[in-house]
């Protein structure tokens, strides 16, 4: 069974710093991960998608990094800026090993980006 | 390009009550999921449409929720009868196809079970 690990749940940096944010998955094989931001009472809205067979997405200030073999991705966020403060969430397809599989999601990083 | 639409937004309801949730998908969008997230949690996925079909719903408490995706275009979820533990964000998303795509969200229906 695919479990996914965000760590840390909630960070605080001050506006203008790089900041990276993880993403643990047990299971390799997979088809793509995802990254969203959720904003309080609001959807999920897709940042980057990576395919198994990339190592890396980059869109403006993110850029999403995938290291299948050690079962990480990491969402890099330059020059952070207060409108970043958001919840951000890594979903994972696992590789279809004769079975549909389904996207498991992480619970994510709660971020607050301090003017 | 419109997005994913729900509706209500938010609902209360009493235990024991039903309550059923519609969602419209983008347009030409062949692959629709309903995710339940409770506060604090990530979404869970409680089950899967291609086009009008069922991929996945093992994680539906079947007892007591069902979903049906009509003309594999607009879906209804619905609760009957609701518990306490359904209180929970309830997301729609969909994706052009199955494994590839970008999954594009809804707003999202607040449900509270008091």
């Known amino acids: 069974k695919q479990e996914v690990t965000q760590i840390p749940a909630a960070l605080s940096v001050p506006e203008g710093e790089n900041l990276v944010l993880n993403c643990s998955f047990t299971?390799?094989?997979?088809?793509?991960l995802q990254w969203f931001r959720q904003d309080p009472g609001k959807g999920l809205t897709s940042l980057l998608l990576?395919?198994?067979?990339?190592r890396e997405q980059t869109s403006g200030r993110l850029n999403a990094s995938l290291d299948k073999s050690s079962g990480r991705s990491t969402l890099y966020i330059a020059a952070s800026q207060p409108g970043d403060s958001a919840t951000y969430l890594c979903?994972?397809?696992?590789?279809?090993?004769?079975?549909?599989?389904?996207?498991?999601f992480g619970t994510g990083t709660k971020l607050q980006v301090i003017p | 390009e419109a997005g994913v639409a729900q509706s209500p937004r938010y609902k209360i309801i009493e235990k024991r009550q039903s309550v059923a949730f519609w969602c419209n998908p983008i347009?030409?969008?062949?692959?629709l999921y309903w995710y339940q997230q409770i506060l604090g949690q990530g979404p869970k996925l409680l089950i899967q449409?291609?086009?009008?079909?069922?991929?996945?719903d093992s994680q539906l408490p079947k007892d007591r929720f069902s979903a049906e995706r009509l003309k594999g275009v607009d879906s209804t979820l619905k609760i009957q009868p609701a518990k306490l533990e359904d209180s929970a964000v309830y997301l729609c998303a969909s994706s052009l196809g199955v494994y590839t795509d970008t999954q594009y969200f809804g707003p999202g229906t607040r449900l509270t079970v008091l």
């Open positions: 990576i395919q198994s067979s990339q």
């Open positions: 347009s030409g969008h062949a692959t």
């Open positions: 449409f291609q086009n009008n079909g069922v991929v996945d």
């Open positions: 299971d390799s094989a997979i088809y793509n």
């Open positions: 979903a994972v397809r696992p590789g279809n090993s004769g079975g549909y599989q389904k996207v498991t």
